[in-house]
């Protein structure tokens, strides 16, 4: 799977080919599909490619070696947003797309990066109406691969926002959140750690989740899909948005950023995330991706509520908008990932696998000198110094 991560150059490029021929924003060629009765790009589809389906899997990248499996970045860990983009929401797919390279800086560069010693591998999600779909044919979720390159924007522009709405009181993120829920595997929630979920909305959630939309978004196997991917629910038994919200918290360090005060969105919405996890954006989107990165920052106790300030002042944060963003994020659960027992003990980039299925790497005294295959000579050629395999 190779070792490559995104960059700003690489980002360039997909927005330049997103709007290249006067196109006025980097999703406008995947609003143009729809609208020429196209449907949405597979890529983004929730039902998946035929051969992957609804399931989004953050998987480690290994390359072989020998009779070995190197694991190139460290272990995966998901990052996945779920984004309204109805009404005056709608402009969020472009806010995020903007910010990606800023974003992705804030998790993975400097003297302690927040996520340095994973392999960041990040998925965003868009959720608008049922009644955009039966009037205008607008999805009502787009959700994207985990990825780790320049196809973490590719994707985005797949995206289909939905930018109007029908001022109905609510939305629908109720689906999103059950595709985090039951059609996502981590695989960090193997090593007992969990990944990054965030929801983002001004509105109400549905509180039931109903099986004829389920089966409209993520196809008429999904609860097929649901049990190969581990839970074991029919249709008569369908979680509901509490239950489903609970259940991906099991798995998932899942926050609800309200944008906003409205007193019955965040009274329901605190309900269903608990306090702690229940944030009020300080600045509407504007700086949802500082939000996310000091989030995860805390959550891995990289950072601490001081050197938060420092680290948002240093990616060019004003110090009073560095004030509220902490003053937004300060009553989470500090340290929170680092309570996990093997939160310590995670392979790291290098190590060594006999099988890429297996949870550790080899003993380092089960590597020796002597290669007994033409393969394993050939490895250790390309490592100056290298082990040879047995």
Same mark, same amino acid.
């Given at each position: ?34 609208? @020429? ?44 947003t ?18 990606? #390279? ?10 302690? #990066?927040?996520?340095?010693?994973? !392999? ?16 205008d ?25 939905g930018?109007?709405?029908?001022? =109905? ?19 960090? =929630? ?17 509180e ?28 008569? =038994? ?8 609970? !259940?991906? @918290? ?24 608990g306090?702690?996890?229940f ?41 009073e !908008? ?9 009553h989470?659960?500090l ?15 290098g ?11 080899? =003993?380092?005294?089960?590597v020796?000198?002597?290669s ?14 290298? #082990?040879?395999?047995?």
């Amino acid at each position: 799977m190779g070792d490559h991560t995104f960059s700003r150059s690489a980002f360039s490029r997909v927005r330049d080919q997103a709007t290249k021929g006067g196109k006025t924003g980097a999703t406008s060629g995947a609003e143009e599909r729809i609208k @020429q009765g196209k449907g949405m790009d597979p890529l983004v589809d929730p039902k998946g490619l035929s051969h992957l389906g609804p399931i989004r899997r953050s998987l480690p990248r290994f390359e072989k070696q020998g009779d070995l499996w190197v694991l190139t970045r460290g272990l995966p860990m998901s990052e996945e947003t779920l984004l309204d983009t109805t009404g005056s929401m709608g402009g969020n797919v472009d806010l995020a797309f903007e910010a990606l #390279p800023k974003s992705y800086e804030m998790l993975t560069s400097g003297g302690n #990066p927040i996520l340095g010693r994973y !392999d960041p591998q990040i998925a965003t999600a868009i959720f608008n109406d049922v009644e955009d779909k039966v009037r205008d044919g607008i999805p009502v979720l787009c959700r994207t691969q985990f990825e780790m390159d320049e196809k973490i924007a590719m994707q985005m522009t797949n995206l289909v926002p939905g930018r109007g709405g029908y001022g =109905n009181g609510k939305e629908d993120p109720q689906f999103g959140l059950f595709g985090a829920a039951y059609l996502t595997a981590a695989s960090i =929630n193997r090593w007992g750690l969990k990944y990054y979920h965030f929801t983002v909305s001004d509105e109400p959630v549905v509180e039931i989740i109903d099986l004829g939309w389920l089966k409209e978004i993520f196809g008429d196997d999904v609860l097929e899909r649901i049990k190969e991917n581990g839970h074991d629910f029919d249709a008569k =038994n369908l979680p509901d948005t509490a239950k489903t919200v609970m !259940d991906l @918290q099991t798995r998932a360090h899942a926050f609800f950023l309200q944008v906003r005060s409205r007193p019955d969105v965040t009274n329901q919405w605190r309900d269903l995330y608990g306090a702690d996890h229940f944030i009020m954006l300080p600045d509407s989107t504007e700086y949802l991706h500082c939000v996310k990165a000091v989030i995860i920052g805390l959550t891995e106790g990289v950072l601490d509520l001081q050197s938060a300030k420092d680290f948002l002042r240093e990616h060019g944060v004003s110090t009073e !908008d560095a004030k509220r963003i902490i003053r937004a994020v300060a009553h989470i659960p500090l340290g929170a990932q680092a309570l996990f027992p093997n939160f310590n003990k995670l392979p790291k980039a290098g190590d060594l696998f006999r099988e890429k299925t297996d949870l550790w790497p080899i =003993n380092p005294d089960e590597v020796t000198l002597g290669s007994t295959s033409e393969a394993s000579g050939e490895a250790d050629s390309q490592l100056e110094g290298g #082990p040879t395999w047995l």
